[in-house]
């Protein structure tokens, strides 16, 4: 009874089916979005309007689309694909290159016309045809009379690298879902952070309590005046305050600290810092214009003391200067850093506060993966080797002589011309 359930389980199409059940899963993953609020699955997939007939947020946080790849059904589907790898692997594939090891010699000249490539030669040189085989790289095994000879084995080790590449990446991916996290956090300029903001998160993840400085932010702009590149750096900082690592991020080129990935994501301006003429330091808060929807950000620049009267700044870039409008909205004109405005009192600009925004996430199944990807490609050219066989019987004068191979077949034809020549 166990050995029919492992062979049931190592069948082929049990796999497939398997592997039909999660490639549906991972399309309905990709479909619903992953790890959103409540409130966001009540306004995409509401109970009177079903999506596809039948998503509706209550079936999807009833059995957990809503963090499918994390809920334990879709563990256990991969686990059974992985089980079924293995034991395919242990039941088939690695009995199937044991016998490609053995010596399979043809004891009776029947056999041979079960070959598609076979030839009875009645003039030979028997040294001569061997010597060509020899030479083409076929290991040669003899038993008096009686030769078997093949070349390519290893290419029969390929579907076994195959299956052991898909249980790294099924490995991975679940090491991942387990211990990975993702945080955001968005941080003004000169502060120190730690990670708070999870936005996802597996069952068995530890978040590290590192603390980060921002030690400055800037963006570089083209000559159109639109975003090249925005620019953050990072000091990574010990329990003491120490810094312990320092590097310059930007998008695509991330500061990598045990196993800890800081991605540069975003970027915002959060107020303008002003000196009067007594070298007193005023701050006024920046909002955004339209909501978060563009990069526009304004304030009220009061210029009396009791806040009555005043200018409109708008901002929207990091080249030092802003935009002056009186309250009916008449431009007044531009004031960049270090320039006094002079309205009832003198005031300075001194600096443009910014903030940067920042993804941090680990997971640590992504080597096991690249691993995993590496072994499949590398299996993958492995599998072009043919992997071909040759018999040889020699009786009553007569040479019998055939051959098979699992691909290639017009080029073994070829070589096995050459070989009977």
């Not at 990709?30 to 947020?57: A, H, M, R």
């Not at 790294?168 to 955001?184: C, E, H």
């Not at 499949?376 to 050219?381: N, V």
Request: proline share 3%; hydrophobic share 45%; with cysteine.
């Amino acid at each position: 009874m166990k050995q029919k359930l492992f062979r049931t389980i190592a069948d082929l199409r049990f796999s497939i089916f398997i592997l039909l059940l999660i490639s549906i899963c991972s399309i309905l993953g990709t479909i619903i979005e992953q790890d959103q609020s409540i409130e966001i699955y009540k306004v995409n997939y509401p109970l009177t309007n079903p999506v596809l007939g039948f998503l509706t947020w209550d079936i999807i946080l009833q059995f957990g689309l809503d963090h499918l790849y994390k809920t334990w059904w879709f563990f256990l589907l991969m686990f059974l694909f992985g089980f079924s790898l293995i034991s395919c692997t242990f039941l088939q594939q690695f009995p199937s290159l044991k016998v490609a090891r053995r010596c399979q010699f043809f004891r009776t000249t029947e056999q041979f016309y079960r070959l598609k490539i076979s030839t009875i030669l009645t003039t030979f040189s028997y040294p001569q045809i061997l010597a060509r085989i020899q030479q083409n790289q076929y290991s040669i095994f003899q038993q008096k009379d009686i030769v078997y000879c093949y070349k390519g084995l290893i290419g029969r080790v390929a579907p076994i690298l195959v299956h052991i590449s898909m249980i790294l990446i099924l490995f991975g991916t679940i090491v991942g879902s387990l211990f990975g996290f993702k945080a955001q956090e968005i941080v003004p300029k000169t502060e120190q952070f730690h990670i708070q903001n999870i936005l996802t998160s597996g069952q068995l993840t530890s978040i590290p309590e590192t603390s980060v400085r921002i030690n400055d932010f800037w963006i570089n702009y083209t000559k159109n005046k639109t975003i090249s590149q925005f620019y953050s750096d990072l000091s990574i900082l010990n329990s003491e305050g120490s810094e312990i690592d320092r590097k310059t991020i930007s998008v695509n080129y991330p500061l990598i600290y045990k196993g800890l990935y800081y991605y540069q994501t975003d970027w915002n301006l959060i107020g303008l810092r002003f000196q009067t003429e007594t070298n007193e330091t005023l701050e006024y808060p920046l909002v955004n214009a339209l909501n978060n929807q563009t990069k526009v950000w304004l304030t009220w620049l009061s210029t009396n003391f009791s806040l009555t009267t005043g200018l409109i700044v708008i901002i929207d870039n990091l080249e030092g200067y802003c935009s002056i409008y009186d309250p009916s909205g008449i431009f007044l004109g531009n004031l960049e850093l270090n320039e006094t405005l002079t309205f009832n009192f003198p005031l300075t600009l001194l600096e443009i506060i910014s903030s940067t925004g920042l993804q941090i996430k680990t997971d640590f199944g992504i080597p096991i993966i690249y691993g995993g990807f590496f072994l499949l490609m590398s299996s993958t050219l492995i599998s072009y080797i043919t992997y071909s066989q040759i018999w040889i019987v020699e009786k009553q004068k007569h040479l019998f002589i055939g051959g098979t191979t699992n691909r290639a077949i017009f080029d073994f034809e070829l070589e096995f011309l050459k070989f009977i020549k």
